[in-house]
């Protein structure tokens, strides 16, 4: 498995900055969760296999449970490090973004139509952090913004965002999620 440094992956993450969650025009306005990702200049990504011995998203009655993801660039390369040393907060952010766009991809792929999603119900969000680093909100707000963006009311969920000393592959960020579908 390749790694870059965060810094290989600044050009794709800014095509996910927070400019880009602005509201769309009201003549222009997407109504299904694909055209909007679509409206804001973005494609799901293809969806990856499990690094370990799990599966991706688990199915119970109307929810569904998706394992932690981590964010890759368009080349499939994790985007690592470790915000405070190696990275900035607006870094992480958009890393968030990135891994929001992974989750979908694979919820999509579970349920086949993103507009069967009645409402996203947790996020769990886990970053790479130094010690003294207190703005995981923040960074996890990368995900939560998007979510909101694409799905609207729907997309408002309770959520954790933690600092931790390390993730898997080295990632900046670790993102699961519940949601509860038709």
Do not use: W
């Not at 400019?19 to 222009?28: E, M, V």
């Not at 569904?64 to 993801?69: C, D, R, T, V």
């Not at 981590?70 to 870094?91: L, M």
């Not at 009645?118 to 790479?128: A, D, E, L, Q, W």
């Amino acid at each position: 498995m390749m790694f870059r440094p965060l810094t290989a992956h600044l050009a794709f993450a800014s095509a996910l900055t927070l400019s880009a969650l602005t509201p769309l025009p009201a003549q222009n306005i997407a109504t299904s969760p694909e055209a909007k990702i679509t409206a804001l200049g973005l494609a799901l990504p293809a969806t990856s296999a499990p690094i370990a011995n799990y599966v991706p998203a688990v199915r119970t009655g109307n929810l569904i449970f998706l394992s932690g993801h981590i964010p890759r660039d368009a080349d499939n390369k994790v985007i690592a490090g470790k915000v405070g040393r190696d990275a900035t907060e607006k870094d992480a952010q958009a890393a968030a973004r990135t891994t929001a766009l992974a989750l979908l991809a694979t919820l999509k792929r579970e349920i086949g139509d993103l507009s069967k999603v009645k409402r996203i119900i947790r996020v769990g969000g886990f970053v790479n952090a130094v010690d003294d680093f207190k703005a995981q909100p923040a960074v996890i707000n990368g995900c939560s913004d998007f979510l909101v963006a694409v799905f609207g009311d729907r997309g408002k969920h309770a959520r954790a965002a933690l600092g931790v000393a390390s993730l898997p592959l080295g990632a900046i960020v670790e993102i699961e999620m519940i949601v509860e579908v038709d």
